[in-house]
């Protein structure tokens, strides 16, 4: 018999606050910051706080949807992998990649050693930060987004989910850069 934890379950608390269909709303505009955030950073042990690269570094949002540790969406999880597999190509940018869930600690801890991600991973299982971003939500968690940031924290390139265009490529985010 297998007993899963409350965090583990599909069916938890996160579940039920995000299962209503909601669709993207974002307002953010062009050329002006984004709401700034800290969270914890799972990859590293360390927090993260938005304010602290203004003026630094560009920085790609990049939020994503991960139902449990074990349950990835089907569109995000390639989308994950791939800006895992190419975040050197950032990185020689100088581009800082935060990747956004909204899986709890432990879940996110999992989800790092699974997919060997080198990458940041940033978790928020309250989904204030989604919330934030108005990415909308349906099915049990927040939907995805990515938000291309200048050196400056301006807002730059926003792709929010849809079914016909789900997440934006690599290319398509490092051309945003240029």
């Known amino acids: 018999m297998v007993t899963l934890s409350a965090s583990s379950s599909l069916f938890n608390e996160r579940f039920f606050r995000n299962f209503l269909p909601i669709p993207a709303s974002n307002t953010l505009k062009l050329g002006n910051p984004t709401p700034d ?4 950073d799972i990859t590293n042990g360390t927090l993260v706080k938005l304010s602290d690269y203004r003026g630094k570094q560009p920085v790609l949002l990049a939020l994503t949807r991960i139902f449990t540790e074990k349950h990835y969406c089907p569109f995000c999880y390639p989308h994950i992998k791939s800006l895992n597999e190419n975040y050197e190509q950032f990185q020689n940018r100088g581009i800082q990649v935060l990747m956004i869930t909204s899986t709890d600690e432990r879940q996110s801890q999992i989800v790092v050693q699974d997919l060997s991600l080198k990458m940041p991973l940033l978790s928020d299982p309250t989904c204030r930060i989604f919330r934030a971003y108005e990415v909308g939500q349906a099915l049990g968690a927040p939907l995805p987004a990515q938000f291309v940031l200048d ?28």
């Open 151 to 178: 050196k400056e924290g301006k807002l730059r390139y926003k792709h929010l989910f849809s079914f016909l265009d789900h997440n934006a490529s690599v290319e398509t985010l490092l051309a945003q850069y240029n």
């Open 37 to 40: 955030f800290q969270l914890p």
